[in-house]
């Protein structure tokens, strides 16, 4: 009969992690469409990787396009990505150049932040901050 794998097992554990980080990611957005594109939708919505709709709050919506110039709203994927990563536990990450510009142009961000290695770094204060302001335009996911 073949051992089983123990629990305290390094490979068994981080199996079963991505399993369950999986599970919390379900309600991230699978495929995140351009702002232009979800403000000519009578319904803004979109597919969570979990199979369920994830509906844009159209004030929202409108409050971003107002404040975007029309170049950055062609670009801008919502919802806007902040990523967990367990190493850096008191900020979350931005992977998306336009992403960036949007939030420094709504005055969320300095200007005079900058992207290193593909990545902006933001503390988690001002990321909960920013999602609360933004509903359903922001998500948060693990990595």
């Keep these: ?22 599970k919390i990611n379900d309600g991230v957005v699978a495929e ?11 319904r803004p919505s979109s597919v969570t990787k979990g199979g369920s ?9 409108l409050r971003l396009e107002q404040a975007l110039p029309g170049e950055l709203q062609r670009r801008l994927r919502l919802p ?10 008191g900020s979350f990450f931005l992977a998306d150049e336009a992403a960036v510009q949007a939030l420094q142009r709504l005055e969320e961000i300095s200007p005079l ?11 988690k204060p001002l990321v909960y901050a920013i999602v609360n302001k933004y509903p359903t335009a922001m998500q948060i996911m693990m990595t």
Excluded: C, N
């Excluded at 794998?5 to 991505?18: H, I, K, Q, V, Y």
């Design 32 to 42: 995140r469409k351009r702002l232009s594109q979800l403000l000519r939708e009578e």
């Design 80 to 89: 806007i990505l902040f990523y967990f990563d367990s190493t850096v536990p």
């Design 1 to 22: 009969m073949p051992e089983r794998p123990s629990a305290g097992d390094e490979t068994t554990l981080l199996r079963w992690m991505r399993l369950e980080i999986g």
């Design 53 to 61: 709709e994830h509906y844009f709050d159209r004030g929202v919506l």
């Design 113 to 123: 932040r900058r992207m290193q290695g593909r990545r902006l770094w933001i503390a």
